[in-house]
């Protein structure tokens, strides 16, 4: 079992940067991969970024490839999403969640775990 909580979601002009962090409880987070997704209103929940149990591997979302940084920090147990050049179509509530095999994947069907959602509003 793992629990999931998200934090730094905030209001943020466009141009500026906001780092969300996720805390995961339980022992086995380090062989979870950690996926970030976003939902804006009327819209699906989307892949964002995820990265590999070990961190040697990240992914993106082209929407916001060289603008978006996923890490992780087994150590502490938190998974982080430094968020650069934001934009307005930015805005959504972003999850963090945890996939089993620890390989990490870009469908949400593949996370057994999500925290309840950060809020994120970019203002133009």
């Known amino acids: 079992q793992v629990q999931l909580v998200e934090s730094g979601g905030g209001l943020v002009q466009a141009g500026g940067s906001l780092r969300l962090s996720c805390a995961a409880s339980g022992r086995t987070f380090s062989s979870y991969a950690m996926g970030w997704f976003r939902q804006a209103p009327g819209k699906e929940r989307e892949f964002v970024a995820a990265i590999r149990w070990s961190g040697g591997s990240t992914y993106y979302a082209d929407s916001v490839k060289g603008r978006f940084t996923i890490s992780r920090d087994n150590a502490k147990n938190t998974v982080y999403l430094q968020m650069n050049s934001l934009k307005p179509e930015d805005t959504a509530v972003y999850y963090c969640?945890?996939?089993?095999?620890?390989?990490?994947?870009?469908?949400?069907?593949?996370?057994?775990?999500w925290g309840q959602g950060t809020q994120v509003t970019v203002s133009s």
């Open positions: 969640a945890a996939e089993p095999t620890g390989w990490g994947s870009r469908w949400t069907y593949e996370y057994d775990y």
